[in-house]
């Protein structure tokens, strides 16, 4: 599968090395490709380019950005790039504040998530809400004594499927959650698997859906 992610952070990379080992092909989107230069160095089979060729090229598109440009990045991605393309919505609404005693200030409300606003602002796109509530250390391949849980969630059957099988290839086991209004519930785990970091510096976490 060709995979064409956009961002040039950890979270981006960690993910683009996931795809890679899993032997699935990767472009990374970037305002700025210079920054992926040691990157590519070191994982020679990903190519990179920017926003617009990263969502032409995916057959998958992964949203590895900060919460606040996604709405910009997805625009310089191209709406046309993204057309019934299925969207790993990795985003958190995390504001441009300090956390208050470890908990992270958000720019959205409990009734209004952000990729409920990413899905209206682009309807022919198959968003998925994942990988938003652990660390990028973690996202590939995690390592707790048991297989945690990846809570998902999106408007399209078939999106959410194949995120299923992806997050099964990485080590996960998902639980499927709903429409995208439940988002507005997973977005927040972000603050709580935040919370052990800032308040003990321990960030070697996850989630478990006990059944």
């Known amino acids: 599968m060709k995979v064409g992610i956009i961002g040039s952070g950890a979270v981006a990379c960690s993910l ?22 040691e990157f590519v160095s070191e994982n020679p089979d990903a190519t990179v380019g920017n926003f617009a060729d990263a969502a032409a090229y995916g057959d998958l598109i992964v949203l590895a950005v900060k919460g606040l440009v996604a709405r910009e990045a997805l625009d310089l991605c191209g709406a046309e790039n993204l ?9 958190n609404p995390i504001d441009d504040m300090p956390p208050v005693n470890g ?7 409990m009734n209004s998530s952000l990729m409920e606003q990413l899905q209206t602002n682009f309807p022919q796109a198959n968003f998925v809400k994942a990988f938003n509530s652990v660390g990028n250390a973690h996202m590939v391949d995690p390592q707790f004594g048991v297989k945690p849980t990846m809570f998902i969630c999106g408007d399209d059957e078939q999106a959410k ?7 099964q290839e990485f080590g ?3 639980c499927d959650c709903g429409k995208v209004e439940s ?19 321990d960030w070697s976490h996850a989630f478990k859906m006990l059944k």
């Open 16 to 37: 683009a090395k996931g795809f890679l080992k899993y032997g699935h092909e990767v472009k990374l989107g970037s305002r700025s490709p210079d920054k992926l230069k």
């Open 183 to 201: 988002a507005r519930a997973i977005e927040p785990l972000c603050i709580l698997w935040c919370l052990p970091g800032f308040l003990r510096n």
């Open 83 to 91: 057309i019934d393309k299925t969207v790993i919505d990795s985003t």
């Open 103 to 109: 908990v992270l200030s958000y720019f959205t409300t």
């Open 161 to 167: 499927q194949q995120v299923v099988a992806i997050l």
């Open 172 to 174: 996960w086991e998902a």
